[in-house]
């Protein structure tokens, strides 16, 4: 089945900082998004971008999907945007979304 | 809209009970995913209802199994509890099997 790789497994930043996600996988997706888990458990849709650029706020995000890899890009960062962050993608004609290991973000003061 | 929604948001049950967990979709979906996610891990798909019929299912035994009503809504239900079900269960809907996935706020099974 299919891979997804996700970089750094965790990442320590000041407020104010920027950062870079990453997410590779191993086949060809039909669907691929970015996900904020907050401390609760709940999944935030960020991101649904399966090839392309988007743009909300301070979060942006690119898939390259003929090089098999997306970012997550977070300007000045807040304490807020700390927790997991979750890339998930599907191939064509299956129903399950495969999630990565996910990257821990802590944003300190 | 209404958002996806769970219940119970917390369960504690003994090994060998049984648990059914639910999930409201979202407002316009007609399918419902189930996955469980373990501590540290992230979500692993467990099966998905669409058409009121399972309609993809991950590597989970037979125990694990679910119904969706025509009003959408979902059921899991778990037999035979074991310690290693303990885990975080997550409902996401969706319109149409390979749609954009929303999810609701989960489940927190502890089995003891």
């Known amino acids: 089945g299919i891979q997804v790789e996700q970089s750094p497994p965790d990442l320590i930043l000041q407020e104010g900082a920027n950062s870079t996600l990453r997410c590779n996988f191993s086949?060809?997706?039909?669907?691929l998004q970015w996900f904020h888990q907050n401390p609760w458990g709940q999944l935030i849709n960020l991101f649904y971008i399966p090839s392309g650029t988007k743009q909300n706020g301070r979060l942006s995000a690119t898939t390259v999907a003929t090089e098999r890899y997306s970012l997550l890009y977070i300007s000045s960062s807040q304490t807020t945007d700390s927790g997991v962050y979750f890339c998930?993608?599907?191939?064509?004609?299956?129903?399950?979304?495969?999630f990565g290991q996910g990257t821990r973000l802590t944003i300190n003061p | 809209e209404t958002g996806v929604t769970q219940s119970p948001t917390h369960l504690i049950k003994t090994r060998g009970q049984q648990v059914t967990l639910r999930c409201s979709s979202q407002?316009?979906?007609?399918?419902v995913s189930w996955y469980q996610q373990a501590l540290g891990q992230g979500p692993q798909f467990i099966f998905q209802y669409y058409r009121e019929e399972e309609n993809g299912r991950g590597n989970f035994p037979p125990r694990f199994s679910g119904l969706q009503f025509p009003n959408y809504s979902s059921e899991l239900n778990v037999n035979a509890l074991e310690l290693d079900d303990s885990a975080l269960y997550l409902c996401a809907s969706s319109f149409g099997s390979e749609g954009e996935q929303y999810f609701g706020p989960g489940t927190r099974l502890t089995v003891t």
């Open positions: 086949d060809s997706v039909n669907n």
């Open positions: 407002s316009g979906h007609n399918t």
């Open positions: 998930a993608v599907s191939i064509q004609g299956a129903q399950k979304l495969v």
